[in-house]
């Protein structure tokens, strides 16, 4: 069996209620319920949260919340390591062992079925714990610049300062999407970066929704992959 993992818990401070705010017509996590059935390669949708106004709202839309997540696994400084552990084992105590489970963000709605689907193929071929999606830096990081103590800029790495763009590493950074997991590995031993496989995704499907900037960025990405596809 495969499974979805939502994590949406109650009490975000930045954007208050944002895993059920509307976002384009639809709550915000009806966008990653949606891409999750239409990818076809999950036999059940689990949401894990701590609220029965974001439970019945994702019952509306097509998720199970067969359990709650307790009161220490929904704060802000629990890691989705412990959530996602957590999800698996009541799940597995419900319905059975699990195969391979994906733990799916409540507030990612640029995310695409085949992502989803391409994440199990990599997991499948590659043999590791874990598949995460990360997208690319929009300019190489080794040039980040700081303000230092009187206010002036400098580089953060200052043995960087004429290297080649060309000839800098490329780095990549979680596109906080998702994360593939095989089940019985990751119940030997839950941290996903131990054996972990990039999931390229695309930077114009990428968005992090952690502010009220970041989500008026995020509906403009999304009314523009609209007109696109339209």
Known sequence: MNIAIIPA????????????????????IAWSIDAVKQSGVFDRIIVSTD??????????????????????????AVGTDAVL???????????????????VFATAPLLRPEFLCQGLEILKTSGASCASGVTTF????????????????????PE?????????????????????VDAQRFKNKPD???????????????????????WKVAEQMFAALQLQQA
């Open 192 to 214: 996903t970066f131990w054996d972990v496989v990039p999931v390229p995704l695309p930077r114009w499907a990428v968005q992090d929704i952690d502010t009220a900037e970041d």
């Open 85 to 103: 552990l957590h999800a698996i084992l009541e799940s597995e105590r419900l319905f059975g062992q699990i195969n391979f489970a994906c733990l």
């Open 9 to 28: 818990r109650a009490g975000s401070k930045r954007i208050p209620g944002k895993n059920i705010k509307d976002f384009c017509g639809k709550p915000m």
């Open 160 to 180: 960087h300062a004429t290297t080649r763009s060309q000839d800098l590493p490329q780095v990549v950074h979680e596109a906080g999407q998702l994360y593939w």
């Open 138 to 157: 929009a300019y190489p990081i080794q040039r980040a610049l700081q303000i230092n103590e009187t206010g002036r800029l400098q580089l953060v790495w």
């Open 51 to 76: 609220s029965d106004e974001i439970a019945v709202v994702a019952g509306k839309w097509g998720a199970e919340v067969p359990f709650r997540r307790p009161a220490e696994l929904a704060n802000d």
